[in-house]
């Protein structure tokens, strides 16, 4: 990189504190440990104060805007420190669109956690937990034994029906098959 770029960076990072790096790129360069095969939706917030307490284990999914915490400033003002704990995430993991995953919290592996949940304290593996405070929904092999009965009476799309292949035609098929009862159906 020539200087004048690396001088426009160190400008636009140091006086004017613009930083174009996303949140999983800050997290990963102040040590935040992640597994291979991630899935990372748009606007996940992933602690920038303290990134490096947080590890994600293999093939985790982070649904749009879930937020995960290692620290809680609430006591700050107060007692003039800040809580911190580590958080852990296993592997195997989706966590929902929404979700807050507290300081100390751990998920274990083959979780699923629900959209709009607030997870503290340990989540162990093979679970299903939602709510706020999450709780235990049922097994994961309950949940997906669920689902798979589901899938037997309801419409299954294939990959030309994701966002970037699908035409008005199957768009408007789509729409008029989940407006009958059961009103769900499965992609791919």
């Keep these: ?47 920038p104060s303290h990134s490096w307490l947080i590890s994600i284990g293999d093939k985790v999914t982070l649904a749009p805007r879930v937020c995960i915490l290692a620290h809680d400033a609430s006591t700050k003002r107060h007692l003039g420190y800040t809580l911190i704990a580590p958080v852990t995430i296993g592997n195997n ?26 997870v503290t304290g340990n989540i162990p593996s093979n679970n299903v937990y939602a709510g706020n405070p999450a709780r235990q929904i049922c097994t994961l092999e309950e949940y997906l034994l669920k689902r798979k009965e589901q899938m037997q009476r309801a419409p299954l799309y294939d990959e030309s029906y994701i966002v970037s292949n699908i035409t008005p035609d199957k768009k408007l098929q789509m729409l008029q098959e989940l407006s009958k009862n059961p009103s769900r159906g499965f992609i791919r």
């Design 1 to 47: 990189m020539n200087w004048p770029i690396k001088f426009y960076l160190y400008i636009r990072h140091k006086i004017f504190k613009i930083d174009d790096r996303t949140s999983l790129q800050q997290a990963l360069d102040n040590g935040m440990k992640l597994g291979k095969d991630p899935s990372i939706q748009d606007q996940v917030m992933l602690d």
């Design 93 to 118: 993991v989706f966590i929902g669109a929404g979700t807050i995953v507290l300081p100390g919290s751990t998920i274990g592996d083959n979780v699923i956690i629900g959209a709009g949940s607030i």
